[in-house]
């Protein structure tokens, strides 16, 4: 990490306002899902963050069950930080959230009041960090009121554990609900994470819409579809890819033929646009000025430093935005 300059790290990154609030978020931030508990090697996840910050990327995503093992990604982030990040607190986003399970019973899931204030406690002695500035609900929960789950986000911005609250995973009707539970608490949500990119469009069905009336901004996950949407599967299944080797969140039945021949005619655009396709990927998201930020995810150094080159351009002309809505089609 000693190579890594922060002297100009504010210069080349895009900040963006988060809806009506005032708080302004980087154009990429860093999410620390997938390669960053015990199982990545400690030097490489410190040279991560080093790199990211270095670069202006300020806001680190997390949530309670974030790993493997669940809980070690918030493990890792509170030592880096303590270890070599102290002075810079201030400069940074933590984001946290909970939702999903994380320890054995029935207050260990969901969206209870019960489960969302004890799981911010674990997190935050995990990270040892005496606030996180966003504190998402994860997913929506079918059986807690939608009241309930609201006044626990609320009150742990009043206990000052949390900064701002965000959601996730909600569709357009109940997050419209939750803005408004949460407005009348004196607690207006920031942001809404959902997945979003060129192959998975549901939120343009009506929830951009209810962001924008809301005021609330948008940070899409899995911009680059789980890395269908990268130069990766344009010649095959590689032997390391996700889709070879794990096949949980994506496997060989998501590459058919149409869809291999969809990211070919993607790439062809990317191209005469000089851009890789996963950097056409991520400016398509940004083109449009509600979404506030893209989460982007990363096992090395290298491709953060790359994935930012895809705010060298993240304009399109009709002409290239119409192509891609008839490839898409």
Known sequence: MSNIDLTNRYESMIYRRCGNSGLKLPALSLGLWHNFGHVNVYENSKNLIATAFGSGITHFDLANNYGPPPGSAEETLGKILRENFK?????????????????????????????????????????????????????????????????????????????????????????????KLLKEMGTPCLIHQPKYSMFERWVEEGLMDVLKENGVGCIPFSPLAQGLLTDKYLHGIPADSRVATSGVFLNEKSLTTEKLSKIARLDEVAKSRNQKLAHMAIAWLLKDERVTSVLIGASKPEQISDSIKALDNICFTNEELNKIDDILA
């Open 87 to 179: 002075s810079y607190r201030d400069e940074m986003i933590i984001s946290s959230k909970a939702g999903y399970t994380m320890w054995d019973g029935p207050y260990g899931d969901w969206g209870s009041k019960k489960y969302l204030v004890s799981s911010l406690d674990q997190s935050l002695k995990r990270m040892k960090l005496d606030y996180v500035d966003i504190f998402y609900h994860h997913r929506p929960d079918p059986e807690t009121p939608l009241e309930e789950t609201m006044a626990a986000l609320s009150l742990i911005v009043q206990q000052g554990k949390a900064l701002y609250v965000g959601l996730s995973n909600y569709q357009a009707s109940d997050a419209e609900k939750a803005f």
